[in-house]
T-cell receptor, first 115, second 116 residues
Framework: DTGVSQDPRHKITKRGQNVTFRCDPI?????LYWYRQTLGQGPEFLTY????????KSRLLSDRFSAERPKGSFSTLEIQRTEQGDSAMYLC?????????????FGPGTRLLVL | AQSVTQLDSQVPVFEEAPVELRCNYS??????LFWYVQYPNQGLQLLLK??????LVKGINGFEAEFNKSQTSFHLRKPSVHISDTAEYFC??????????????FGTGTQLKVEL
């Protein structure tokens, strides 16, 4: 049983460029979450999907951010026109919404540095 | 909405000594509570969780935590730490209602540093 995987693990980009991250959840999990973690802080919720539907977006998710989960499997998070303030670790997590589990399992994260 | 306060940003402790990492939460609804550990440049690993039932929960690596509803606390303890326990520890809370998405709200973390 493989865990949550994220790609790439590291990304360095120049300000103004677009970047896209991918998350592959645990196969039977129907919920997928994105969080952002800046240095010295705890992760902050960005958005989540239940199957292919995006059910909630944080106000942290500006118009430059878009997330998709086609077919309810993997998810992508795109940042357009990156800014230095976007530099952070982007974490993906998945969970199974039914039953007593309610536990989110996290991937290794994608660390973004915007120059 | 929920919030989490981790009262200590850093906790130094000698190897084989006991440790307690404090966590207090605020919520207007029933909650689930979690402790995660993060090693440098890695994602978060679940240590333990409280969903319902017994207020004393045991997790991996010898850690345990006690849910105290009256004090709105969920402190993490280990009777004897090892050098390998050096890491960042995050307390997190989610609403217990499935309809709310169970998104996690994290504290700012406690850096546990185990010294020889």
């Amino acid at each position: 049983d493989t865990g949550v995987s994220q790609d790439p693990r590291h990304k360095i980009t120049k300000r103004g460029q677009n970047v896209t991250f991918r998350c592959d959840p645990i196969s039977e999990h129907n919920r997928l979450y994105w969080y952002r973690q800046t240095l010295g802080q705890g992760p902050e919720f960005l958005t989540y999907f239940q199957n292919e539907a995006q059910l909630e977006k944080s106000r942290l998710l500006s118009d430059r951010f878009s997330a998709e989960r086609p077919k309810g499997s993997f998810s992508t998070l795109e940042i357009q026109r990156t800014e230095q303030g976007d530099s952070a670790m982007y974490l993906c997590a998945s969970s199974f919404m039914f039953g007593g589990a309610k536990t989110q399992y996290f991937g290794p994260g994608t660390r973004l540095l915007v120059l | 909405a929920q919030s989490v306060t981790q009262l200590d940003s850093q906790v130094p402790v000698f190897e084989e000594a006991p440790v307690e990492l404090r966590c207090n939460y605020s919520s207007s609804v029933s909650v689930y509570l979690f402790w995660y550990v993060q090693y440098p440049n890695q994602g978060l690993q679940l240590l333990l969780k409280y969903l319902s039932g017994s207020t004393l929960v045991k997790g991996i690596n010898g850690f345990e935590a006690e849910f105290n509803k009256s004090q709105t606390s969920f402190h993490l303890r280990k009777p004897s730490v090892h050098i390998s326990d050096t890491a960042e520890y995050f307390c997190a809370v989610s609403g217990a209602s499935t309809g709310g998405g169970n998104k996690l709200t994290f504290g700012t973390g406690t850096q546990l540093k185990v010294e020889l």
